[in-house]
């Protein structure tokens, strides 16, 4: 037991950092690399280190259930949390993102329209998507080549631009 005491809070302090940094760099849309997966994988290390402080700081955790403020952001974090599983719907009407909905139609279009729009001949994309490692037929999108991804669809378009 009191090693495991030597390990919780750094641990905790640890997995928190990694999750805070991760976190402002996902909502900021500014991750890279590994970002996300970190966050997830350390998320769930986070959990069993915070159980692991309470459990062996248990009675010292006992003595914030007798204060009104401690209490008060408790009941406020259970609230949001409960909140949190609200489903949210778009008002009737209101539209997503115009970038997003541009990229969306131009990887969603067919190969032979995308090449219109590129001011290139289908067989020249096709050749393009080829090299690239892909086995591009007419009719196809940018987005089933992608996989339905639309960041590795749109990735892919802009990899076509000379």
Known sequence: MKNLKKFATPLTIGTFAIIGVTGVLMFFHASTGLNKV???WIGLLMIAAV???????WRAMTGYFKRPVALAVMGTSVALLALSFVPVSRPEGAQSRPD???????????????????????GTL????????FSPVAGQSLSDLAGGDMRAAASLLSSLQN
């Open 51 to 57: 159980a692991l402080h309470v459990a062996l700081n």
């Open 100 to 122: 997003l909905v541009a990229v969306r139609m131009v990887t969603s279009a067919p190969i032979e329209n995308l090449a219109m729009l590129m001011g290139e001949d289908t």
């Open 126 to 133: 096709l050749a393009a998507l080829s090299e690239q490692g």
């Open 38 to 40: 970190i966050h997830e």
